[in-house]
């Protein structure tokens, strides 16, 4: 078993260098045993958990041109299933640019408009999805998006963060920039890209054509588009694949410029954060919300409603002690008249959890308490 993060060949490699170390797994969001469907006989809260057709694939991620080759490449038979997805989404031509396979834009409108129903409607069911194996078929080679993102994470909220406001737009920018390289490597026509040389933006669409809502490809715009590349878009996308192979991640920042280099520096201080498992010298209690009341414990949900924390009864009272005062007098004053003693990995894990919250406006005051690295454990507090 690892304790390092199971993340696409290529993108470990990088990260691996670009943060000098492994990244820990989330242990806890086990996508081949998913933890969102309800154990039998469980009572559930009401749109709790996932469907097992579905888990949390919903979603139709965009697949640059260099993964799109990637999966097209994979020799390995337990890809042929997948595989055959993309060839499918390909040959329906509808998004299908130089650059790579782009979300359909009815898709996304729908996406956008329908949270309640993450993991829970086969209409936002991902294509990639195998419903007879019950798992992605393309996950070797997910992108961005798939590769960063859990449903449940060991250091909650510091641990979400890490990944969906460090990691995830830092391997975003890199495949845009990574696509584009391949295509200018590779001598395509620049005129052509011209209407991609923006990031895909995530705002409201405004407005669909007919072709999109059919999904269906102009045969004129797609002609105009791929040049003499038409008709042999698999073969372009193997091209690109082959382009990026080999990269190291250094490379990969000469590559892609300023934003990826200033995101990867960024990328570095969360992962700094990540380990650092020292008292903060401030807390304070946060909002957060009761879901459900056990024997002698309290489900609570606070950063995530996917990822509800579960702690003693007796705990949540005393937490008002961290009010106005630093961490270590609270822990005693409440060892004292509570006769509780909160061991420091609980309160780390309260403050990753969002029960507690760091007390910003000193923050800056006071350096943290020193203390060794600890186990992470699991979103059960004890
Ligand atoms: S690409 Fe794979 S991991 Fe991503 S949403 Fe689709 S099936 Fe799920």
Redesign the pocket.
């Known amino acids: 078993m690892t304790d390092e993060a199971i993340l696409p060949d290529l993108y470990g490699r990088w990260l691996k260098d670009c943060l000098s170390g492994p990244i820990p797994a989330e242990s806890q969001a086990n996508?081949a045993h998913c933890v969102m469907l309800p154990l039998p006989g469980e009572a559930a809260p009401a749109g709790f958990y996932f469907e097992p057709a579905i888990?949390?694939?919903?979603?139709?991620?965009e697949?640059h041109n260099f993964l799109t080759g990637q999966i097209l490449n994979a020799q390995d038979p337990d890809m042929q299933a997948?595989r055959r997805t993309v060839e499918a989404r390909i040959a329906a031509g509808a998004g299908v640019t130089p650059l790579g396979l782009a979300p359909a834009a009815d898709y996304m409108l729908l996406y956008r408009h329908s949270r309640p129903a993450f993991g829970r409607s086969k209409a936002l069911?991902?294509?990639?999805?195998?419903e007879e194996r019950g798992?992605?078929?393309?996950?070797k080679y997910?992108?961005s998006?798939?590769?960063t993102?859990f449903c449940k994470h060991r250091r909650g909220a510091l641990g979400q963060s890490f990944w969906r406001d460090y990691l995830q737009p830092l391997l975003a920018w890199v495949e845009h920039s990574l696509a584009l390289w391949c295509a200018l490597e590779l001598g395509f026509e620049l005129e052509a890209l011209r209407p991609y040389l923006t990031p895909t933006q995530d705002g409201e669409t405004e407005g669909l054509q007919p072709e999109q809502l059919e999904r269906r490809a102009d045969p004129r715009a797609q002609k105009r588009l791929w040049r003499h590349w038409l008709g042999r878009e698999e073969e372009w996308y193997r091209a690109c694949a082959r382009q990026i192979a080999e990269l190291e991640w250094q490379q990969v920042l000469a590559i892609c410029g300023p934003e990826v280099k200033a995101m990867a520096r960024l990328a570095r201080q969360a992962y700094e954060r990540l380990l650092d498992h020292r008292l903060p010298p401030r807390l304070e209690p946060a909002a957060c919300e009761l879901v459900q009341i056990r024997d002698g414990t309290l489900r609570i949900s606070s950063y995530s409603a996917l990822d509800p924390v579960e702690i003693p009864s007796a705990i949540l009272p005393v937490l008002h002690y961290f009010r106005d005062c630093k961490v270590r007098e609270a822990i005693e004053a409440i060892a004292e008249q509570e006769n509780i003693r909160l061991s420091d990995d609980l309160v780390i894990k309260l403050a990753d959890f969002g029960l507690l919250q760091i007390t910003t406006d000193r923050e800056a005051e006071e350096p943290p308490d020193p203390r060794p690295g600890g186990d992470n454990g699991a979103s059960h507090l004890e």
Do not use: M, N, Q
């Not at 888990?55 to 991620?61: E, I």
């Not at 798992?135 to 996950?139: A, E, M, T, V």
């Open positions: 996508c888990k949390c694939c919903s979603y139709l991620p697949l997948g069911r991902c294509p990639h999805y195998l798992h992605c078929g393309i996950w997910r992108e998006t798939c590769a993102w």
